[in-house]
T-cell receptor, first 112, second 114 residues
Framework: ELKVEQNPLFLSMQEGKNYTIYCNYSTTSDRLYWYRQDPGKSLESLFVLLSNGAVKQEGRLMASLDTKARLSTLHITAAVHDLSATYFCAVVLAGSNYKLTFGKGTLLTVNP | DTEVTQTPKHLVMGMTNKKSLKCEQHMGHRAMYWYKQKAKKPPELMFVYSYEKLSINESVPSRFSPECPNSSLLNLHLHALQPEDSALYLC?????????????FGPGTRLTVT
């Protein structure tokens, strides 16, 4: 059974600070995704990571994947209030195309 | 057009009612998904349709009945639901001929069962 663990589950940051969210998964995976969800809203796709060593950046967010360590990170640089949301990582079991297993999510609050 | 639409946005139904949720996409995606999300929890996969055929059923109770009439539409028929079925129901779609299989989510239907 594929297990996906995110930490921290809750993160309160000050504006301008840097921090990293971690996503560990238990078995071999082909793909890893990061999603953002605002309260009461749907999921917005942030990054798709497909190979070992993949790194993607968008604005103040950067995601990376280490398939050997079964670890992905979402790094936040110089946080701003607009980044406040819940961030989920999701992993697809190797050999499966469709079934996403989500982490529990990280609730990020950026304070002025 | 990179949008998945869902109707209705909100639905309140009694335990004896029959209702349907609808999902539509015009991105040419051939995989479509239903997820259930409870408050402060991650989405849970319910069903996957691939090329209009049911590919995955995550042991969902029969009071939930999915239907995929064509490649753009996905329905979820609801009957005799329980209060614990109250949740946000999310539809998603993805391509099936790319490496990423990136899923695009609709805005969701917030369901309340009374």
């Amino acid at each position: 059974e594929l297990k996906v663990e995110q930490n921290p589950l809750f993160l309160s940051m000050q504006e301008g600070k840097n921090y990293t969210i971690y996503c560990n998964y238990s078995t071999t995976s082909d793909r890893l995704y990061w999603y953002r969800q605002d309260p009461g809203k749907s999921l917005e796709s942030l990054f798709v990571l497909l190979s070992n060593g993949a790194v993607k950046q968008e604005g103040r967010l950067m995601a990376s994947l280490d398939t050997k360590a079964r670890l992905s990170t979402l790094h936040i640089t110089a946080a701003v209030h607009d980044l406040s949301a819940t961030y989920f990582c999701a992993v697809v079991l190797a050999g499966s195309n469709y079934k996403l297993t989500f982490g529990k999510g990280t609730l990020l609050t950026v304070n002025p | 057009d990179t949008e998945v639409t869902q109707t209705p946005k909100h639905l309140v139904m009694g335990m004896t009612n029959k209702k349907s949720l609808k999902c539509e996409q015009h991105m040419g995606h051939r995989a479509m998904y239903w997820y259930k999300q409870k408050a402060k929890k991650p989405p849970e996969l319910m069903f996957v349709y691939s090329y209009e055929k049911l590919s995955i059923n995550e042991s969902v109770p029969s009071r939930f009945s999915p239907e995929c009439p064509n490649s753009s539409l996905l329905n979820l028929h609801l009957h005799a639901l329980q209060p614990e079925d109250s949740a946000l129901y999310l539809c998603a779609s993805s391509q099936t001929r790319t490496v990423s299989y990136e899923q695009y989510f609709g805005p969701g239907t917030r369901l309340t069962v009374t």
